[in-house]
Protein backbone atom coordinates (compact mmCIF):
# COMPACT_ATOMS: atom_id res chain seq x y z
CA UNK A 1 0.00 0.00 0.00
CA UNK A 2 1.29 3.88 -0.70
CA UNK A 3 1.90 5.34 2.37
CA UNK A 4 0.60 8.82 0.96
CA UNK A 5 -2.53 6.88 0.38
CA UNK A 6 -2.50 5.28 4.13
CA UNK A 7 -1.91 8.71 5.77
CA UNK A 8 -3.81 10.71 3.33
CA UNK A 9 -2.55 13.64 5.09
CA UNK A 10 -3.91 16.52 2.62
CA UNK A 11 -7.46 15.75 3.07
CA UNK A 12 -7.22 15.93 6.85
CA UNK A 13 -4.68 18.90 6.55
CA UNK A 14 -7.51 20.74 4.76
CA UNK A 15 -10.26 18.83 7.42
CA UNK A 16 -8.56 20.45 10.47
CA UNK A 17 -6.65 23.34 9.59
CA UNK A 18 -7.90 25.64 12.14
CA UNK A 19 -8.63 22.93 15.17
CA UNK A 20 -6.45 23.47 18.38
CA UNK A 21 -7.20 20.39 20.10
CA UNK A 22 -6.25 20.73 24.05
CA UNK A 23 -6.10 17.19 25.73
CA UNK A 24 -6.91 16.48 28.65
CA UNK A 25 -5.13 14.22 30.41
CA UNK A 26 -6.85 12.35 33.44
CA UNK A 27 -4.43 10.43 36.22
CA UNK A 28 -4.64 9.13 39.44
CA UNK A 29 -2.61 9.89 42.90
CA UNK A 30 -3.26 8.11 45.77
CA UNK A 31 -2.74 9.99 49.26
CA UNK A 32 -0.47 9.61 51.97
CA UNK A 33 -3.51 8.55 54.47
CA UNK A 34 -4.22 5.74 50.76
CA UNK A 35 -7.15 7.63 49.73
CA UNK A 36 -7.44 7.83 45.95
CA UNK A 37 -8.27 10.65 44.11
CA UNK A 38 -8.13 11.90 40.37
CA UNK A 39 -6.47 14.92 39.04
CA UNK A 40 -6.22 16.29 35.88
CA UNK A 41 -3.60 17.93 33.84
CA UNK A 42 -3.98 20.22 30.93
CA UNK A 43 -1.48 19.22 27.88
CA UNK A 44 -2.00 21.09 24.63
CA UNK A 45 -0.62 18.75 22.10
CA UNK A 46 -0.50 18.93 18.00
CA UNK A 47 -3.99 18.99 16.62
CA UNK A 48 -5.55 16.02 14.30
CA UNK A 49 -4.23 16.82 11.10
CA UNK A 50 -0.34 16.57 12.30
CA UNK A 51 -0.65 12.97 13.78
CA UNK A 52 0.53 10.00 11.84
CA UNK A 53 -1.80 6.85 10.61
CA UNK A 54 -4.81 9.07 9.98
CA UNK A 55 -4.29 10.83 13.32
CA UNK A 56 -6.75 8.51 15.14
CA UNK A 57 -3.63 5.96 16.72
CA UNK A 58 -1.55 8.67 18.10
CA UNK A 59 -4.34 11.12 19.24
CA UNK A 60 -6.03 8.04 21.17
CA UNK A 61 -2.39 7.53 22.59
CA UNK A 62 -2.54 10.76 23.31
CA UNK A 63 -5.66 10.80 25.74
CA UNK A 64 -4.71 7.53 27.45
CA UNK A 65 -4.85 8.18 31.41
CA UNK A 66 -1.60 9.35 32.82
CA UNK A 67 -1.19 7.10 36.36
CA UNK A 68 0.71 8.37 38.94
CA UNK A 69 3.54 5.75 39.91
CA UNK A 70 1.29 4.58 43.48
CA UNK A 71 -1.57 4.41 41.44
CA UNK A 72 0.14 2.22 38.25
CA UNK A 73 1.46 -0.09 40.51
CA UNK A 74 -2.06 -0.90 42.29
CA UNK A 75 -3.33 -1.35 39.12
CA UNK A 76 -0.24 -3.43 37.10
CA UNK A 77 0.39 -5.94 40.67
CA UNK A 78 -3.33 -7.04 40.11
CA UNK A 79 -2.49 -7.26 36.21
CA UNK A 80 0.75 -8.69 36.53
CA UNK A 81 1.66 -10.77 39.97
CA UNK A 82 5.67 -11.62 40.57
CA UNK A 83 5.18 -14.17 42.94
CA UNK A 84 6.77 -17.37 41.36
CA UNK A 85 7.32 -14.73 37.84
CA UNK A 86 10.94 -14.83 36.43
CA UNK A 87 11.45 -11.25 35.87
CA UNK A 88 14.59 -8.88 35.31
CA UNK A 89 15.42 -8.60 39.25
CA UNK A 90 18.53 -7.15 38.87
CA UNK A 91 17.05 -4.46 36.67
CA UNK A 92 13.76 -3.53 39.26
CA UNK A 93 16.01 -3.00 42.13
CA UNK A 94 18.39 -1.03 40.25
CA UNK A 95 15.87 1.27 38.79
CA UNK A 96 13.12 0.72 40.84
CA UNK A 97 13.52 3.89 42.90
CA UNK A 98 14.24 6.21 39.74
CA UNK A 99 11.15 5.29 38.33
CA UNK A 100 9.16 6.23 41.29
CA UNK A 101 10.38 9.38 40.79
CA UNK A 102 9.47 10.26 36.78
CA UNK A 103 6.77 12.20 37.61
CA UNK A 104 2.93 12.67 35.15
CA UNK A 105 4.44 15.90 33.60
CA UNK A 106 7.15 13.90 32.66
CA UNK A 107 4.58 11.02 30.63
CA UNK A 108 2.99 13.53 29.12
CA UNK A 109 6.24 15.31 27.78
CA UNK A 110 7.21 11.59 26.42
CA UNK A 111 3.94 11.16 24.81
CA UNK A 112 4.39 14.85 22.94
CA UNK A 113 7.86 14.43 21.89
CA UNK A 114 6.69 10.89 20.34
CA UNK A 115 3.75 12.23 18.59
CA UNK A 116 6.00 15.14 17.44
CA UNK A 117 8.48 12.51 16.15
CA UNK A 118 5.87 10.79 14.30
CA UNK A 119 5.04 13.81 12.50
CA UNK A 120 8.02 15.17 11.10
CA UNK A 121 9.11 11.67 10.16
CA UNK A 122 5.69 11.25 8.00
CA UNK A 123 6.35 14.63 6.64
CA UNK A 124 9.89 14.51 5.68
CA UNK A 125 8.17 11.20 3.82
CA UNK A 126 5.67 12.92 2.30
CA UNK A 127 7.82 15.35 1.12
CA UNK A 128 10.37 13.20 -0.43
CA UNK A 129 7.27 11.25 -2.20
CA UNK A 130 6.30 15.00 -3.53
CA UNK A 131 9.68 15.60 -4.69
CA UNK A 132 9.86 11.92 -6.64
CA UNK A 133 6.95 12.80 -8.25
CA UNK A 134 8.27 16.27 -9.32
CA UNK A 135 10.89 14.35 -10.86
CA UNK A 136 13.41 13.90 -8.17
CA UNK A 137 15.11 10.58 -6.83
CA UNK A 138 13.74 8.93 -3.47
CA UNK A 139 15.38 5.40 -2.57
CA UNK A 140 13.23 2.83 -2.85
CA UNK A 141 12.27 0.16 -0.18
CA UNK A 142 11.01 -3.19 -2.00
CA UNK A 143 11.55 -6.65 -1.92
CA UNK A 144 12.89 -9.10 1.25
CA UNK A 145 15.95 -9.11 3.28
CA UNK A 146 18.31 -9.57 6.07
CA UNK A 147 19.54 -7.41 8.58
CA UNK A 148 22.40 -7.02 10.65
CA UNK A 149 24.80 -4.57 12.85
CA UNK A 150 28.13 -5.46 13.30
CA UNK A 151 31.81 -3.29 13.52
CA UNK A 152 34.53 -4.86 14.94
CA UNK A 153 36.60 -8.02 13.97
CA UNK A 154 34.48 -10.79 16.45
CA UNK A 155 31.19 -9.44 15.59
CA UNK A 156 31.95 -9.80 11.71
CA UNK A 157 33.02 -13.27 12.30
CA UNK A 158 30.23 -14.12 13.79
CA UNK A 159 28.20 -12.31 11.07
CA UNK A 160 30.29 -14.42 8.56
CA UNK A 161 29.45 -17.67 10.07
CA UNK A 162 26.12 -16.84 10.33
CA UNK A 163 25.59 -15.74 6.35
CA UNK A 164 27.56 -19.65 5.67
CA UNK A 165 24.69 -21.43 7.78
CA UNK A 166 22.51 -18.86 5.64
CA UNK A 167 23.80 -20.13 2.25
CA UNK A 168 24.01 -23.92 3.08
CA UNK A 169 20.31 -23.94 3.20
CA UNK A 170 20.31 -22.20 -0.26
CA UNK A 171 18.76 -18.93 1.58
CA UNK A 172 18.13 -15.91 -1.47
CA UNK A 173 17.78 -13.45 0.36
CA UNK A 174 20.67 -10.28 0.62
CA UNK A 175 21.56 -8.81 3.18
CA UNK A 176 23.15 -5.61 4.54
CA UNK A 177 25.45 -4.93 7.23
CA UNK A 178 25.49 -1.78 9.43
CA UNK A 179 28.17 -0.48 11.11
CA UNK A 180 28.77 2.91 12.87
CA UNK A 181 31.09 4.92 11.28
CA UNK A 182 35.00 4.90 11.43
CA UNK A 183 33.73 1.39 13.47
CA UNK A 184 34.62 -1.75 10.53
CA UNK A 185 38.28 -1.62 9.28
CA UNK A 186 38.43 -2.42 5.56
CA UNK A 187 39.88 -5.91 5.63
CA UNK A 188 36.74 -6.75 7.61
CA UNK A 189 34.65 -5.14 5.11
CA UNK A 190 36.28 -6.49 2.25
CA UNK A 191 35.64 -10.29 3.92
CA UNK A 192 31.87 -9.51 4.24
CA UNK A 193 31.79 -8.34 0.93
CA UNK A 194 33.32 -11.48 -0.25
CA UNK A 195 30.36 -13.67 0.68
CA UNK A 196 28.60 -12.11 -2.04
CA UNK A 197 31.01 -14.05 -4.62
CA UNK A 198 29.57 -17.81 -6.06
CA UNK A 199 30.74 -20.29 -3.14
CA UNK A 200 33.75 -23.34 -4.61
CA UNK A 201 32.53 -25.67 -7.12
CA UNK A 202 29.48 -23.63 -7.79
CA UNK A 203 27.93 -22.74 -11.07
CA UNK A 204 28.49 -19.28 -10.90
CA UNK A 205 25.65 -18.09 -12.96
CA UNK A 206 23.27 -19.52 -10.71
CA UNK A 207 25.02 -18.50 -7.94
CA UNK A 208 24.61 -15.28 -8.84
CA UNK A 209 20.98 -15.56 -9.67
CA UNK A 210 20.27 -17.23 -6.49
CA UNK A 211 20.71 -13.43 -4.91
CA UNK A 212 22.66 -13.84 -1.79
CA UNK A 213 24.15 -10.37 -1.81
CA UNK A 214 26.11 -8.92 1.06
CA UNK A 215 26.36 -5.44 1.63
CA UNK A 216 28.13 -3.39 4.25
CA UNK A 217 26.61 0.56 5.01
CA UNK A 218 27.32 2.90 7.60
CA UNK A 219 24.12 4.13 9.91
CA UNK A 220 23.59 7.17 10.59
CA UNK A 221 21.89 9.40 12.95
CA UNK A 222 23.54 7.14 16.32
CA UNK A 223 27.06 7.25 17.38
CA UNK A 224 29.39 4.35 19.11
CA UNK A 225 29.54 5.50 22.66
CA UNK A 226 31.94 2.19 23.87
CA UNK A 227 28.67 1.16 26.22
CA UNK A 228 28.91 -2.71 27.48
CA UNK A 229 26.46 -3.11 24.35
CA UNK A 230 25.48 -0.52 21.36
CA UNK A 231 21.86 -1.24 21.50
CA UNK A 232 20.95 1.99 19.79
CA UNK A 233 22.28 0.95 16.35
CA UNK A 234 19.56 -2.32 15.96
CA UNK A 235 16.41 0.56 15.32
CA UNK A 236 18.32 2.93 12.98
CA UNK A 237 19.89 -0.02 10.79
CA UNK A 238 16.54 -1.55 10.08
CA UNK A 239 14.85 1.96 9.49
CA UNK A 240 17.39 3.10 7.29
CA UNK A 241 17.90 -0.38 5.26
CA UNK A 242 16.31 -1.01 1.85
CA UNK A 243 14.62 -3.63 2.24
CA UNK A 244 10.27 -3.39 2.69
CA UNK A 245 9.94 -6.81 4.54
CA UNK A 246 12.69 -7.38 6.78
CA UNK A 247 14.53 -10.30 9.01
CA UNK A 248 16.75 -8.51 11.59
CA UNK A 249 19.36 -11.25 13.17
CA UNK A 250 22.13 -10.34 15.72
CA UNK A 251 24.69 -11.93 14.26
CA UNK A 252 24.95 -14.74 17.13
CA UNK A 253 21.66 -15.74 16.24
CA UNK A 254 22.31 -18.57 14.05
CA UNK A 255 19.19 -19.93 11.39
CA UNK A 256 18.70 -24.08 11.60
CA UNK A 257 16.76 -23.53 8.31
CA UNK A 258 16.13 -21.35 5.07
CA UNK A 259 14.25 -18.77 7.09
CA UNK A 260 12.06 -17.54 4.02
CA UNK A 261 9.02 -19.63 4.60
CA UNK A 262 8.50 -17.58 7.69
CA UNK A 263 7.62 -14.68 5.29
CA UNK A 264 4.92 -17.47 3.99
CA UNK A 265 3.51 -18.36 7.19
CA UNK A 266 0.10 -17.58 8.29
CA UNK A 267 1.22 -15.61 11.28
CA UNK A 268 3.31 -13.75 9.17
CA UNK A 269 0.29 -13.04 6.67
CA UNK A 270 -1.97 -11.68 9.75
CA UNK A 271 0.12 -9.05 11.22
CA UNK A 272 3.14 -8.17 8.81
CA UNK A 273 4.86 -8.33 12.48
CA UNK A 274 6.72 -11.17 14.36
CA UNK A 275 8.78 -10.44 17.40
CA UNK A 276 10.14 -13.36 20.34
CA UNK A 277 10.06 -13.43 23.90
CA UNK A 278 12.78 -13.43 26.24
CA UNK A 279 13.03 -14.91 29.51
CA UNK A 280 12.13 -12.47 32.05
CA UNK A 281 7.80 -11.33 32.36
CA UNK A 282 6.77 -7.84 32.68
CA UNK A 283 7.00 -6.01 35.95
CA UNK A 284 4.36 -3.73 37.42
CA UNK A 285 6.68 -0.88 38.44
CA UNK A 286 8.15 -0.66 35.18
CA UNK A 287 7.45 2.77 33.68
CA UNK A 288 6.31 1.44 30.34
CA UNK A 289 3.17 1.09 31.37
CA UNK A 290 2.68 4.63 32.73
CA UNK A 291 3.79 5.63 29.00
CA UNK A 292 1.85 3.28 27.03
CA UNK A 293 -1.31 3.74 29.36
CA UNK A 294 -2.52 0.70 29.61
CA UNK A 295 -2.04 -2.34 32.34
CA UNK A 296 0.57 -4.41 32.21
CA UNK A 297 0.49 -7.41 30.16
CA UNK A 298 1.33 -10.94 31.95
CA UNK A 299 3.35 -11.83 29.31
CA UNK A 300 7.81 -12.06 28.44
CA UNK A 301 9.31 -8.87 27.53
CA UNK A 302 10.53 -9.09 23.84
CA UNK A 303 13.62 -9.92 22.78
CA UNK A 304 15.27 -8.61 19.40
CA UNK A 305 17.82 -11.66 18.25
CA UNK A 306 15.54 -11.94 15.57
CA UNK A 307 12.55 -9.75 14.11
CA UNK A 308 10.66 -9.72 11.45
CA UNK A 309 8.70 -6.59 10.39
CA UNK A 310 6.74 -5.21 7.18
CA UNK A 311 7.62 -1.67 6.26
CA UNK A 312 4.50 -0.71 4.64
CA UNK A 313 2.65 -2.04 7.34
CA UNK A 314 4.45 -0.48 10.02
CA UNK A 315 6.44 2.24 8.76
CA UNK A 316 5.39 4.13 12.06
CA UNK A 317 6.69 1.26 13.80
CA UNK A 318 10.14 1.92 13.02
CA UNK A 319 10.07 5.18 13.51
CA UNK A 320 9.09 5.04 16.90
CA UNK A 321 11.65 2.49 17.28
CA UNK A 322 14.52 4.61 15.61
CA UNK A 323 13.63 7.14 17.99
CA UNK A 324 13.75 5.20 21.27
CA UNK A 325 17.19 4.21 19.82
CA UNK A 326 18.41 8.10 19.29
CA UNK A 327 17.00 8.60 22.82
CA UNK A 328 18.82 5.59 24.30
CA UNK A 329 19.71 7.19 27.53
CA UNK A 330 15.98 8.13 28.29
CA UNK A 331 14.59 4.63 27.28
CA UNK A 332 16.21 2.03 27.01
CA UNK A 333 16.67 1.82 30.84
CA UNK A 334 13.43 -0.14 31.39
CA UNK A 335 13.23 -1.42 28.10
CA UNK A 336 16.12 -3.46 28.85
CA UNK A 337 18.42 -1.92 26.01
CA UNK A 338 17.08 -2.19 22.48
CA UNK A 339 14.93 -5.92 23.19
CA UNK A 340 11.91 -4.73 24.66
CA UNK A 341 11.87 -1.22 22.35
CA UNK A 342 9.59 -3.36 19.32
CA UNK A 343 7.09 -4.58 21.69
CA UNK A 344 7.34 -1.05 23.33
CA UNK A 345 6.38 1.00 19.83
CA UNK A 346 3.66 -2.24 18.96
CA UNK A 347 1.95 -0.86 22.32
CA UNK A 348 2.64 2.39 22.32
CA UNK A 349 0.15 2.26 18.71
CA UNK A 350 -1.86 -0.48 19.09
CA UNK A 351 -0.63 -2.80 17.06
CA UNK A 352 -0.81 -6.85 17.23
CA UNK A 353 1.98 -9.47 16.84
CA UNK A 354 2.74 -13.04 16.02
CA UNK A 355 5.56 -15.03 17.16
CA UNK A 356 6.84 -18.35 18.27
CA UNK A 357 4.51 -21.53 19.30
CA UNK A 358 6.62 -21.89 22.38
CA UNK A 359 9.06 -19.99 25.33
CA UNK A 360 13.08 -20.07 24.65
CA UNK A 361 15.10 -22.79 26.40
CA UNK A 362 18.24 -22.12 27.73
CA UNK A 363 20.94 -24.55 25.87
CA UNK A 364 24.46 -25.30 26.69
CA UNK A 365 27.08 -27.28 28.30
CA UNK A 366 26.76 -29.87 31.20
CA UNK A 367 28.18 -28.56 34.84
CA UNK A 368 28.68 -32.15 36.84
CA UNK A 369 28.71 -29.08 40.04
CA UNK A 370 25.74 -27.24 38.72
CA UNK A 371 23.52 -29.45 36.69
CA UNK A 372 20.91 -26.79 36.28
CA UNK A 373 22.98 -24.14 34.87
CA UNK A 374 25.40 -23.79 31.67
CA UNK A 375 23.55 -22.21 29.85
CA UNK A 376 24.32 -19.57 26.75
CA UNK A 377 21.95 -19.97 24.42
CA UNK A 378 18.37 -19.32 23.75
CA UNK A 379 16.81 -21.43 22.19
CA UNK A 380 13.92 -19.92 19.90
CA UNK A 381 11.38 -21.48 17.72
CA UNK A 382 8.95 -20.64 14.57
CA UNK A 383 5.54 -20.47 15.06
CA UNK A 384 4.73 -23.97 15.05
CA UNK A 385 6.69 -24.72 17.98
CA UNK A 386 9.88 -25.95 15.96
CA UNK A 387 13.19 -24.86 17.10
CA UNK A 388 14.59 -22.33 14.18
CA UNK A 389 17.19 -19.71 15.78
CA UNK A 390 20.02 -20.98 18.17
CA UNK A 391 20.72 -17.62 19.38
CA UNK A 392 23.81 -18.20 21.03
CA UNK A 393 24.07 -14.59 23.58
CA UNK A 394 26.18 -15.42 26.08
CA UNK A 395 29.02 -17.85 24.34
CA UNK A 396 31.11 -14.53 23.90
CA UNK A 397 31.36 -13.63 27.09
CA UNK A 398 32.93 -16.94 28.43
CA UNK A 399 35.15 -20.15 28.00
CA UNK A 400 33.75 -23.47 27.85
CA UNK A 401 34.73 -26.83 27.26
CA UNK A 402 33.15 -28.72 24.06
CA UNK A 403 31.15 -30.16 23.37
CA UNK A 404 29.25 -26.59 23.64
CA UNK A 405 25.83 -27.62 22.98
CA UNK A 406 24.85 -30.90 24.66
CA UNK A 407 21.58 -29.90 27.49
CA UNK A 408 18.60 -28.14 27.16
CA UNK A 409 16.74 -26.85 30.04
CA UNK A 410 13.37 -25.33 28.86
CA UNK A 411 9.94 -24.90 31.02
CA UNK A 412 8.06 -28.24 31.09
CA UNK A 413 4.67 -26.74 30.16
CA UNK A 414 6.11 -23.99 27.21
CA UNK A 415 3.80 -24.42 24.05
CA UNK A 416 0.91 -21.62 23.54
CA UNK A 417 -2.61 -23.19 23.40
CA UNK A 418 -3.25 -24.37 19.89
CA UNK A 419 -3.83 -21.54 16.93
CA UNK A 420 -2.39 -18.85 19.16
CA UNK A 421 1.73 -17.46 19.42
CA UNK A 422 3.47 -15.14 21.69
CA UNK A 423 1.46 -12.11 21.30
CA UNK A 424 -1.38 -13.46 22.95
CA UNK A 425 -2.47 -13.14 26.62
CA UNK A 426 -5.24 -14.98 26.54
CA UNK A 427 -5.35 -18.27 29.77
CA UNK A 428 -3.40 -20.36 29.87
CA UNK A 429 -0.93 -18.19 27.59
CA UNK A 430 -0.68 -16.12 30.46
CA UNK A 431 0.24 -18.47 32.90
CA UNK A 432 3.44 -20.16 30.74
CA UNK A 433 6.28 -20.27 32.72
CA UNK A 434 5.05 -19.39 35.90
CA UNK A 435 7.17 -21.51 38.82
CA UNK A 436 10.29 -21.03 36.31
CA UNK A 437 13.28 -18.63 37.03
CA UNK A 438 16.15 -18.14 34.89
CA UNK A 439 19.00 -16.37 36.77
CA UNK A 440 22.58 -15.41 35.01
CA UNK A 441 25.29 -15.98 37.10
CA UNK A 442 29.14 -14.96 36.57
CA UNK A 443 31.38 -17.18 38.61
CA UNK A 444 32.77 -19.49 37.27
CA UNK A 445 31.64 -18.08 34.07
CA UNK A 446 28.78 -16.18 32.63
CA UNK A 447 26.11 -18.53 32.02
CA UNK A 448 22.12 -18.83 33.21
CA UNK A 449 21.03 -21.35 35.52
CA UNK A 450 17.29 -22.63 35.09
CA UNK A 451 15.44 -23.98 38.14
CA UNK A 452 11.99 -24.02 39.84
CA UNK A 453 11.00 -20.97 42.54
CA UNK A 454 10.41 -22.66 45.45
CA UNK A 455 7.21 -23.75 46.34
CA UNK A 456 7.15 -25.40 42.69
CA UNK A 457 8.27 -29.17 42.16
CA UNK A 458 11.08 -29.79 39.86
CA UNK A 459 8.91 -30.79 37.46
CA UNK A 460 8.15 -27.61 36.27
CA UNK A 461 11.74 -27.64 34.23
CA UNK A 462 12.47 -30.29 31.87
CA UNK A 463 16.40 -31.50 31.19
CA UNK A 464 16.80 -33.05 27.70
CA UNK A 465 19.81 -33.81 25.51
CA UNK A 466 20.34 -31.35 22.47
CA UNK A 467 20.77 -34.25 20.36
CA UNK A 468 17.06 -35.42 20.77
CA UNK A 469 15.77 -32.72 18.77
CA UNK A 470 16.82 -34.06 14.72
CA UNK A 471 17.20 -30.02 14.09
CA UNK A 472 20.06 -29.65 16.57
CA UNK A 473 22.39 -32.39 15.94
CA UNK A 474 25.29 -31.25 13.98
CA UNK A 475 24.98 -28.04 14.63
CA UNK A 476 28.20 -27.79 16.86
CA UNK A 477 30.06 -29.03 13.78
CA UNK A 478 28.72 -26.89 11.15
CA UNK A 479 29.36 -24.18 13.49
CA UNK A 480 32.82 -24.42 13.85
CA UNK A 481 33.15 -25.47 9.96
CA UNK A 482 31.33 -22.24 9.15
CA UNK A 483 33.77 -20.23 11.08
CA UNK A 484 32.35 -20.05 14.77
CA UNK A 485 35.55 -18.92 17.30
CA UNK A 486 35.28 -19.98 20.78
Request: hydrophobic share 35%.
Amino acid sequence: MDMAQFFNWQQMKNLLLHIKKVVVSCFVEISPRGTVRARTIHTTYPSCHTLPREGHVVQEFLQRPILSYEASVKLNSKACPTKGVNFDEGTVKEQEQKWSRITPSKISRWRKDIAEHLYKRNETQGKKRSDARDGETMEPTSGRGIVMAAGDSSSVNRARTNIRFLRSYNCTLPVEIFHFRNEMSESDKKLLRELSLPTENSDEKEEVQRGMKVTVREVEGVRKENLWKEFQIKGAAMQQSSFDEILYLDTDSYLLRNPEYLFESKQWQETGLMLWPDYTKSHPTNPLWRLTGQPCRNEYEGESGQILISRSLHQDLLWLVEYFAINHRTYYGFMGGDRDSFRAAALVLGKKWTGPGRLNAAAGVVLKDNPQGGGHTMLQSDPEGNWTFVHANLIKHARFSRPLWSRIHRVANDKFAAGTTYGNIDPPNDKLGDGVKLRVTYTPMMSSIMSAFEGYGDEVVAVEDWDSYEELKEFEEKWFQFGGKH
